[in-house]
């Protein structure tokens, strides 16, 4: 199997905190750069974050810029998703993505995971 599995996701209050956690299966993560974005029903899918395959380099969106925090343990085959003072348009389904290689200037994902529900509410 090659997977990716989402984990962390839940009910939160507004300014409260998650940590997401993305663990591969089948294939290591060392080689590739991963990539979270969240989809809204109804709404285009949109790019949170990116790390690279070396954790050198990380990218933001300006919405969640301050915010949320991407970090990978490449010796736990696993990245995370620090998610800080959520909003609630923050909610919705989280996913990470493996690039086609090492680069955030990927051209292409070739693994998902499912996703995590990501709920903020009062």
């Known amino acids: 199997q090659v997977q990716l599995v989402e984990s962390g996701g839940g009910l939160v209050r507004p300014g409260g905190s998650l940590s997401l956690s993305c663990a591969a299966s089948?294939?290591?993560?060392?080689?590739?750069?991963i990539g979270w974005f969240r989809q809204v029903p109804g709404k285009e899918r949109e790019g949170v974050s990116c790390?690279?395959?070396?954790?050198?380099?990380?990218f933001y969106i300006n919405p969640v810029k301050g915010r949320f925090t991407v970090s990978r343990d490449n010796a736990k085959n696993t990245v995370y998703l620090q998610m800080n003072s959520l909003k609630p348009e923050d909610t919705a389904i989280y996913y990470c993505?493996?690039?086609?290689?090492?680069?955030?200037?990927?051209?292409?994902?070739?693994?998902w995971g499912q996703g995590t529900l990501v709920t903020v509410s009062s």
């Open positions: 993505a493996a690039a086609d290689g090492s680069s955030c200037t990927y051209r292409s994902l070739e693994v």
């Open positions: 790390i690279s395959s070396s954790g050198g380099k990380t």
């Open positions: 089948g294939f290591a993560l060392d080689d590739y750069a």
